[in-house]
């Protein structure tokens, strides 16, 4: 879904309201897309965590996704070699953005938690994440979450919230 209502290079989007829009700079195509935020969290979602997994999971996935797009929209001086600006690309540099690739399980946790918002000191979070602790060496604990760790401790009945607060130091979720 591409949006024309914001144009420019800048976000609508607060700290406390999210971006109706997100500038995804498409790098196998050399393109800049406006596309609607929700659209933009839900086709990213499915391919960054396995659709399969816990709710809990996925739920935590969809705050990490939005809250990682959400804090670029807000923050991003990015530009393409010719100088389009952008907030995120559509590849592993940020998220992996596939237009038409949500499924009902990545949806429906992204739909379940549209509402919360995930900030440290009044901030929204640069929530990074990766895949597990021996894939990403030298990340800073505190600062960003395992995806498979999301999964294993859904397995074991962790909450959405207890999940983030594990991964995530001094967070609020409101």
Not at 52 to 69: E, I, Q
Not at 71 to 90: I, K, P, Q
């Amino acid at each position: 879904q591409l949006l024309g209502a914001v144009t420019g290079c800048q976000t609508d989007g607060t700290n406390t309201t999210p971006p109706s829009t997100i500038l995804v700079y498409r790098v196998g195509s050399n393109t800049v897309e406006r596309v609607g935020f929700r659209t933009y969290v839900k086709n990213v979602l499915p391919n960054e965590w396995f659709s399969s997994w816990p709710a809990a999971s996925l739920k935590s996935g969809a705050m990490a996704v939005k809250s990682y797009g959400w804090y670029w929209a807000l923050h991003s001086t990015r530009t393409t070699a010719d100088g389009r600006c952008y907030d995120v690309r559509d590849d592993t540099a940020d998220q992996v953005y596939r237009p038409g690739s949500a499924v009902t399980s990545t949806s429906n946790a992204v739909d379940a938690t549209w509402s919360t918002r995930m900030t440290r000191s009044g901030n929204i979070l640069q929530s990074h994440y990766c895949a597990s602790e021996t894939q990403c060496p030298g990340w800073v604990a505190g600062n960003w979450m395992s995806q498979y760790g999301t999964r294993d401790e859904a397995l074991n009945g962790w909450t959405v919230s207890q999940i983030l607060n594990r991964w995530y130091d001094n967070i609020v979720l409101t």
